[in-house]
T-cell receptor
Framework: AQSVSQHNHHVILSEAASLELGCNYSYGGTVNLFWYVQYPGQHLQLLLKYFSGDPLVKGIKGFEAEFIKSKFSFNLRKPSVQWSDTAEYFC???????????FGTGTRLQVFP | DAGVTQSPTHLIKTRGQQVTLRCSPKSGHDTVSWYQQALGQGPQFIFQYYEEEERQRGNFPDRFSGHQFPNYSSELNVNALLLGDSALYLC??????????????FGPGTRLTVT
C-alpha cells in the first residue's frame, strides 16, 4: 500500500537554527510531492510542491525541498528558522494522474526565541 | 476572492446518528475532495467529486457518501455514526484543468465529535 513516513514527530529548535524534516514515501511509480503547513489555529496551506523538472524546489517563506528519487525521499529544509515557523508540517504525495493526497502523520515544529 | 469554506465549524452527534457536512469551493474551482483527520494523524482521503460524480474514493466504508451540486459545492454524509468517526473533516478544492496534477486548497475543517 502507498504510504508516507515522517520520521520526526516533534522537533524543537532555537531561532536561527537550521531545519531539515525527513519524508519518505513508498510507491513504485511516478508521484507528485507536496509539503503542507498548518500554523496554530489556521488551515492547511501549501508550502511547496514538486511535479517534475529540477528536483530542488523552493517554496514560500524560505523553505526548500529536494526530491531524491533513488531514496524515495522529499526532505524539507530551511537554513534559519524563525519563531513564526512554529507549526505542524505534513509531507504528502499523489500517485501519478490522481489527486488522492496521501499524507504522513506530520511533524510538530516548535521554535523558541 | 473567497477561499474554501466549510460548515458547521463544530458538531456533536450521538452514536448511530447521521451527519451532513458542507463545503463551498474556492472561487473558480470545480473539484472537491474530502479528507478525515483523526487526532495526531495526517489527513486521509475519503473521496473526490467532479462534475457532480464521485471520481476517486479512498478506503472508507459505504457509510460515507457525498454529493456535489451544480454550483460545485459539496456535502459529505456519514450514516450510523461510530465513536471512531470523531475527527476533523477537511474539504479541499481544485480546478480540473485537464491531466493532473492539480493543486488542492484546504478549508478550515469541521470538527465532529461522536459521543
Amino acid at each position: 500500500a502507498q504510504s508516507v513516513s515522517q520520521h520526526n514527530h516533534h522537533v524543537i529548535l532555537s531561532e536561527a537554527a537550521s531545519l531539515e524534516l525527513g519524508c519518505n514515501y513508498s510507491y513504485g511509480g511516478t508521484v507528485n510531492l507536496f509539503w503542507y503547513v498548518q500554523y496554530p489555529g489556521q488551515h492547511l496551506q501549501l508550502l511547496l510542491k514538486y511535479f517534475s523538472g529540477d528536483p530542488l524546489v523552493k517554496g514560500i517563506k524560505g523553505f526548500e525541498a529536494e526530491f531524491i528519487k533513488s531514496k524515495f525521499s522529499f526532505n524539507l529544509r530551511k537554513p534559519s528558522v524563525q519563531w513564526s515557523d512554529t507549526a505542524e508540517y505534513f509531507c504528502a504525495v499523489t500517485p501519478y494522474l490522481t489527486d488522492k493526497l496521501i499524507f504522513g502523520t506530520g511533524t510538530r515544529l516548535q521554535v523558541f526565541p | 476572492d473567497a477561499g474554501v469554506t466549510q460548515s458547521p465549524t463544530h458538531l456533536i452527534k450521538t452514536r448511530g446518528q447521521q451527519v451532513t457536512l458542507r463545503c463551498s469551493p474556492k472561487s473558480g474551482h470545480d473539484t472537491v475532495s474530502w479528507y478525515q483527520q483523526a487526532l495526531g494523524q495526517g489527513p486521509q482521503f475519503i473521496f473526490q467529486y467532479y462534475e457532480e460524480e464521485e471520481r476517486q474514493r479512498g478506503n472508507f466504508p459505504d457509510r460515507f457518501s457525498g454529493h456535489q451540486f451544480p454550483n460545485y459545492s459539496s456535502e459529505l454524509n456519514v450514516n450510523a455514526l461510530l465513536l471512531g468517526d470523531s475527527a476533523l473533516y477537511l474539504c479541499a478544492s481544485s480546478l480540473d484543468s485537464g491531466q493532473g496534477p492539480h493543486e488542492q486548497y484546504f478549508g478550515p475543517g469541521t470538527r465532529l465529535t461522536v459521543t
